[in-house]
């Protein structure tokens, strides 16, 4: 995982992949509070954009997720959002999805930790890492989020 601040991106271009520096370049350019919901092309199937407006819920309501295919760049845009993270374990998904979505969900990991986000904050997760978005810091409500699909070939993996 990796987590930085949008505004530090320029000082930050030589530590990150150059395809997570395009992305968030690329999103500098964008009112992301007035943008519709939907797809955005970046760079084709390889590197898109997804902007939505999702509802917070509680770690027990939730469930890990990992992706096989493609890195996620989550981006809160109109409130605070927790994240859980853990890194790759060998757990058998509950819910694979990867086929079809490249989305799997999993049982609670062990050595989960959590990070608290406000809206100019970007976090990084690769490949197989095991992440949960969309969590409340207390208040059940809809946040306007964006997530950055990067294929794994554009990160060399």
Known sequence: MIVGLLSDVGAQKSALPAAI???????????LRKAE???YEIEGDKLFYLVQDVELRTV??????AH???ADIQIPVSTAERYGFALPQPLAPTDDQLATKDLAFYPTP???SFVD??????LVFMPKELHRPCLSLG?????RKVVVKVHRSLLGL
């Open 21 to 31: 520096v395009r992305a968030l370049e690329k999103l500098s350019s964008v009112d």
């Open 37 to 39: 919901p939907g797809r």
């Open 60 to 65: 027990e309501q939730s469930r890990a997720e």
């Open 68 to 70: 096989v295919e493609y």
């Open 110 to 112: 062990a050595n989960e």
């Open 117 to 122: 986000t406000v809206p100019g904050t970007y």
């Open 139 to 143: 208040k059940i409500e809809t946040i």
